[in-house]
């Protein structure tokens, strides 16, 4: 099926823009409120839909729907929830390109990189796929006399997912598909800037035969966050976006007593060393930098140059540079816009202060040339040198195409200022001495290392997640992590009666 033929199924409203509607119990719903936001498409600037804002009302509704359809789907057997898993893992794989073409026309990532988030999300259906396997207990037989013990998985109820604008499917599919295998119901709230991935996704699984109330999708801000967390009918939230506000949802959400997993922003270094492949090391700096304009959470935003490899990296890194296109991600561009005007300012203004803290400006991104609209949201991709601890550009997150790099004499250096740093998701070390890359494995506080890799993104059967700032929980995503997540274990403890053990006994029970 075409993306556009999708899109029509958007219901109009009266300012002649689609809206984006609700997905609860298995079809479209408007909602009882009037508020709704816009969407645009940040390679035009132009507003292309309009999304519905939930009330409390309508989550109401939401977790009502869920709700009733979670007791029949618990209750559906391994066999019935997997099938339905084969067949949506079918259709994904099938239709990946529409997908990709609704995520570039709302995000503006190039049409290749967005079909990476959409493989690297069917990975984890991949892996959801093997829930039979996953949930199986243990059986201890015999504990005492006639006496056996075992343990069960089972789901918790209503799952929230909710998510940023920088994944709009790889993220939910982080969670959904291995809360749904588990036989959970889930209600995602997707960012509000790109919504429109996860109706498709909605679709795809009512064509898969996910039975109706499942799979629950509310559009929003914070009013439908809140009550997702405050909502006594929600179990469990997983939750995807920026620190202050995965902060703000462990909290809130934890008081409510939910389980709750709070993935949040980055900062995200990479270490080279005097003796990494400086060719190596350049390509990697560009590609995880400057990949989607720099929106994602485990981009490199600062490169690490130890000792006296600083100048020639970055004048390996600028020549790079200089060969990126820049323009709409449909039309064959390495670098889409960013996601807003107001994101694309601020970005902006990061350029401004680097120069007045004493910072080198070696690239200008806004000085590049682009090929699309003027009216996008464009900024070239910028390089700065001499970067200290202390300016703006190292200490906040800019999610956006500026790369610093910051100078140091030696390698412990260079760990003391990935470890003081207070996020802790992704970090890269370039070497080719094993036994310093096995030392930075080991001593660096962070939750994702690559060596040689810039970007560590777990394959899903391993589970995702930072430390320190850049997650609030237990639980990372995916992997084991994320099946422990969406069950709880039970064990239980039988014994079938022999008329001899009969008989009244107060004491504590015993195995004999
Ligand atoms: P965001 O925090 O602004 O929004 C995330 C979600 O929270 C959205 O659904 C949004 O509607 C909602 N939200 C926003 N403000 C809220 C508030 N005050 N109260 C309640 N809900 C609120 O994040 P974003 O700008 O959409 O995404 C970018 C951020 O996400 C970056 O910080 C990036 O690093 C982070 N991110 C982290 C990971 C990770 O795995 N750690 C992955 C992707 C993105």
Redesign the pocket.
Known sequence: MSHDTRATKLVPVSDALPLVSHWIDGKLVEGASARTGEVFDPATGRVTKRVAFASVADVDTAVAAATGAFAAWRSSSLAERTKVLFRFRELLQLRADDLAAIITSEHGKNLGDALGEVTRGLEVVDFACGMPHLLKGSFSEGVSTRVDVYSIRQPLGVAAI??????PAM?PCWFFPIAIGAGNAVIV?????DPSAANWLAELWAEAGLPAGVFNVVHG??VA??ALLEHPGVRSVS?????P?AR??YETATRAGKRVQA????KNHMVVLPDADLDLAADAAVNAGFGSAGER?MAISAVVAVGAVADQLVAKIAERVAGLRVGDGREGADMGPLITRAHLDRVSSYLDSGVDAGAELVVDGRTRDFDGDPEGFWLGPTLFDRVTPDMSLYTD?I?GPVLSVVRVDTYDDALTLVNTNPYG?GTAIFTNDGGAARRFQNEVEVGMVGVNVPIPVPVAYYS???WKH??FGDSHAHGLDGVHFFTRTKVVTSRWLDPSHGGVDLGFPQNE
């Not at 709230?189 to 800037?193: A, D, G, I, T, W």
């Not at 939750?239 to 620190?243: A, K, L, M």
């Not at 993935?263 to 980055?266: D, N, T």
């Open positions: 909710i998510s940023p604008f920088n994944f993220v709230k997707p960012s509000e800037k801000d914070k966050v809140d939750f995807v976006g920026s620190t506000v703000y949802v993935l949040g922003g980055a959470c997150e999610l998701n995702f997640g930072g850049s997650l």
